[in-house]
């Protein structure tokens, strides 16, 4: 499995950005998929999960009603679109896989792990 994220970039605060994870892999809803992020000097932290069907959805407290995770089954594809951006959503974000949809998102121990994508928002 291969994992490309993209569509990261530098916003203003207040401001909005789509992130895309494209996959390559032949069964893509076999894999629940997810975003995690990492700011300088900071440990990485989930953002969101979405299951394999996209019925169940997970955020951080920190972006729960500013950021919606979807995925397209069809087109391998998951995405992050990113509203009411702050500053301290500046990271480089990453989009991950697993078969399993458990503790293992929460452990941050999966086991595809995509490039990242810069994302700075300014005040």
């Known amino acids: 499995v291969q994992l490309q994220a993209f569509g990261g970039g530098l916003v203003q605060a207040g401001g909005s950005l789509r992130l895309s994870c494209a996959a390559s892999v032949r069964t893509f809803s076999s894999y629940a998929m997810g975003w995690f992020r990492q700011a300088p000097g900071k440990e990485r932290e989930i953002v969101a999960t979405?299951?394999?069907?996209?019925?169940?959805?997970y955020y951080a407290d920190s972006v729960k009603g500013r950021f919606t995770i979807s995925r397209d089954n069809i087109k391998n594809a998951m995405y992050l679109q990113m509203n009411s951006l702050k500053p301290e959503d500046t990271a480089v974000y990453y989009c991950?896989?697993?078969?399993?949809?458990?503790?293992?998102?929460?452990?941050?121990?999966?086991?595809?792990w995509g490039r990242g994508t810069q994302v700075t928002v300014s005040s």
């Open positions: 991950a896989a697993d078969t399993s949809y458990g503790s293992s998102w929460r452990l941050g121990t999966l086991d595809y």
């Open positions: 979405i299951s394999w069907s996209g019925s169940s959805t």
